[in-house]
């Protein structure tokens, strides 16, 4: 099956982050142009966030790896050079990734998975909150999973990926879609696609409590929600030829 010249997966990360998150990621696919998300299985709001999903066949579900928000999923007594003194993750800075211990990297990386498998369904690919997998120490981990699972892996380090075998869209954008100009940069963004497959990231949802009480991206997701689901973004995507894609349906062979 040949690759289609111009393929697009939207990713919106944080699924489970809160109510609002889920809510704001389900509209952004149903209305809008998102086709992925990816789940922070240690969020309360997860078990929430993936039922909804059930609802959306055409929805791509992958993992999002976290260890700097939130609490862990592994036995807090197995993983303490992860965690702080209230038992929660310690924050994304590279400091704090200098002290964490790679064998309890990977014990909590492997029970994030475990996590969500016991859902019945695999993560259609593996990302990071904050991106952690750009740390090599996280990067090793990730690709051993996914390499075990058989799934892609964003792609932050796409040589140290296909230098494994592991699949991964040939092209990453990252912009943030909440400024004054954030239709206008993501309608260049479409215009001006490579061929090949492209992921955009993206953190639509809606403000609620649960989301202002744990993380300083709050109304920027309601202005990112207003963006992807901006008429215009839709029609430009079909103007310029993009097959809108997921992790699970698009054809990503081994590099």
Known sequence: MPTAAKQLIVNADDLGLSPGVNRGIAEAHRRGIVTSATLLVNQPAAAAGLELTRGLPELGVGLHLNLTGGFPVSDPAGVPSLLNEKGAFLGPSNANFARRRDAEIRTELQAQVDAFLASGRKPTHLDSHHHIHRHPKVLEVVMELATALKIPVRPLHPVALSQAGIPHAGHFVAHAYFEKDALTRLLTDLRCLPEGTTEIMCH????????????????????????????????????????????????????
Do not use: C, F, H, Q
């Not at 215009?232 to 993009?242: D, F, L, N």
């Open 204 to 255: 639509p949802g809606y403000a609620d409590a649960e989301l202002r009480r744990k993380s300083s991206w709050v109304e920027v997701r309601e202005r990112e929600l207003a963006a992807l689901t901006d008429p215009m973004v839709r029609a430009t995507v079909g103007a310029a030829g993009i097959t809108l894609v997921n992790y699970r349906s698009a054809w990503l062979p081994l590099p």
